[in-house]
């Protein structure tokens, strides 16, 4: 143990550091892969389950109920020890994918993501916590090739995967294909992660965690209610809107008298961690819409099967991935960050914007293009944002850094597909409606299961009037998305460019916009 405390404060990762590493990128794509195939099976999942209405649902439980437990799950990690919280992560996940590839029922299958949720709270903020521990915000550039390239292979393998699974297999081993690949990263974490235990004399803020659940989850039925299944002035919407602020207002209030608050808000002192908490938050919701809803129209409008369309996504990730490895070495190298918040916002602008111009006659050709746009701009924020915000805190709060960063880009996922996906929904009613009558609300109903082969049977005018309102749709949900990106380049202007830290001598007061400490060491040799 001594040597590995020596060698962290040289400021060079020892080899069990590495192997450790990438113990955890396995399981880092164990949640990423799910996302990119189950986003593939979309379509087909609700078309065989039945009702397009249901489609937000089905991420919208996910994301709800990650959103709800990775701040306990960053914090149990921090009084608890990380180790056991991780593992207990992953297990949690795996029985929940378990379950979701058994449902018989869209409620059940929303029942069961939403379980897959709770364990996938925990992995992402997991990892993300253990690497801000091991290694040196200056040297953690380095290690963004290593996440981008499992971002790659999750990225583009994953909706490959994805369709070719849905293709001929069926949906369901979708969530099956999680087990094998959970089950080697339970081991492999088991065998090389050697973390100290830790007893906090404090219990859990377990009020803190109710009350962001509910307002959490109420201001999300609003988005996700409001205007299709209830009127937004109806009584309903005003009772969980008034909910919603009223236990968002409770939990502020408390965090400040906690004895450990599960989000101290003394962290949002800090102006780079509040900034990238927002941008985080934008990031989410553009990158869910645009991985929802592309599928859905490239399926629906350009005739593409499920495989092809997970294939279709490739401009967009290829170029994320390329601008998140570029990113991680300038990086690095220079320890200079700011140009790329700002670079990344402008593209997602400029992206979202084309998107929204796509039309039945577009190309895949032309698609891919704008797709290459916003997958740029999100390559230059992914992983920066996450890295400012490490380097903007002490690091005693490390853990709570970590989750609350993911915790935010969690929520805006989620306010994302909700919002957008209720954006959708209206205008394609709207279209089906003025386009095809009463033959239009029918197939409305049903619109979910008209995958490409389905569309082919449809009467050519009726083909045509669901291909016309799925792209009006899209529209609306990318020129949304547009509009929201430009406050990713506001925020990206005002963040103070604070070097990254690499040791121990470069300590900042409290609240400051650095790291408070370098990284302890945390890995006994294996």
């Keep these: 143990m001594a040597d590995t405390v020596k060698s962290n404060v040289e400021g060079k990762q020892p080899k069990s550091v590495r192997v450790v590493l990438l113990a955890l990128m396995i399981a880092m794509m164990l949640a990423m892969l799910d996302n990119m195939i189950v986003g593939t099976a979309m379509p087909t999942i609700v078309g065989d389950l039945g009702g397009l209405e249901h489609l937000s649902w089905v991420v919208t439980g996910y994301t709800l109920a990650t959103a709800a437990s990775t701040p306990i799950w960053g914090k149990v990690g921090d009084m608890y020890g990380r ?27 929303i029942g069961f993501r939403a379980v897959q949720g709770l364990g996938a709270g925990g992995l992402m903020v997991g990892v993300m916590a253990i690497i801000g521990d091991l290694v040196p915000p200056r040297e953690r550039g380095k290690y963004q090739g290593m996440m981008a390239g499992v ?3 999750a990225m583009i393998g994953g909706p490959l995967v994805g369709g070719t699974i849905t293709d001929n297999w069926g949906w369901r081993w979708a969530f099956y294909i999680n087990l094998p690949l959970g089950a080697v990263a339970l081991a492999l974490v ?23 659940t509910v307002g959490i989850t109420s201001i999300v039925l609003v ?9 937004w002035t109806s009584a309903r919407i005003m009772e969980l809107a008034g909910i919603g602020v009223a236990s968002l207002i409770g939990f502020v209030f408390w965090q400040t008298r906690a004895a450990e608050p599960v989000l101290p808000l003394h962290i949002f002192k800090s102006r780079n961690f509040t900034l990238m908490s927002l941008i985080g938050f934008v990031t989410g919701f553009v990158m869910f819409g645009a991985t929802l809803f592309l599928p859905l129209y490239q399926q629906a409008v350009q005739g593409a099967s499920a495989t092809n369309s997970g294939l279709l996504l490739l401009p967009m990730l290829g170029a994320m991935l390329v601008t998140s490895m570029v990113a991680g070495r300038v ?3 220079s320890g200079r960050y700011k140009v790329f918040p700002i670079a990344g916002g402008a593209l997602m602008i400029v992206g979202l914007y084309l998107l929204s111009t796509m039309d039945t006659s577009t190309t895949r050709l032309t698609s891919g293009i704008y797709m290459a746009v916003v997958g740029a701009g999100m390559g230059c924020l992914m992983q920066i944002t996450m890295l400012v915000a490490q380097n903007s805190v002490q690091m005693k709060d490390m853990g709570v850094a970590s989750s609350s960063a993911t915790l935010f880009r969690t929520l805006g996922s989620s306010f994302g597909v909700a919002i957008m996906g209720a954006l959708f929904n209206h205008r394609v009613q709207d279209v089906m409606s003025e386009r095809a009558g009463a033959l239009g609300s029918k197939i409305t109903e049903k619109s979910a299961q008209l995958d490409a082969a389905s569309l082919a049977k449809l009467p050519a005018a009726a083909r045509e009037a669901y ?14 998305g ?34 408070g400490a370098a990284p302890a060491a945390m890995v006994e040799a294996v």
Excluded at 83 to 109: P, T
Excluded at 224 to 231: D, I, L, R, S, V
Excluded at 467 to 480: D, I, N, R
């Design 83 to 109: 180790k056991g919280a991780f593992l207990s992560s992953i297990v949690i996940f795996l029985i929940g994918s378990a379950l979701s590839g058994m449902a018989q029922d869209m409620g059940q299958l």
């Design 151 to 153: 971002m790659a292979l």
């Design 223 to 231: 988005t996700t209610w409001g205007g299709t299944e209830y009127a």
């Design 190 to 212: 088991t065998a090389v992660l050697h973390l100290p235990k830790k007893r906090a004399k404090a219990g859990i803020d377990y009020l803190g965690v109710v009350l962001l």
């Design 467 to 480: 291909q016309h309102a799925v792209s009006q749709g899209t529209h609306s949900a990318f020129l949304l």
């Design 331 to 333: 990086t690095t190298n």
């Design 482 to 515: 547009a509009g929201i990106a430009v406050l990713v380049l506001i925020a990206s202007l005002f963040v103070k460019e604070v070097p990254l830290k690499g040791g121990p001598q470069q300590a900042p007061a409290d609240g400051a916009d650095g790291a």
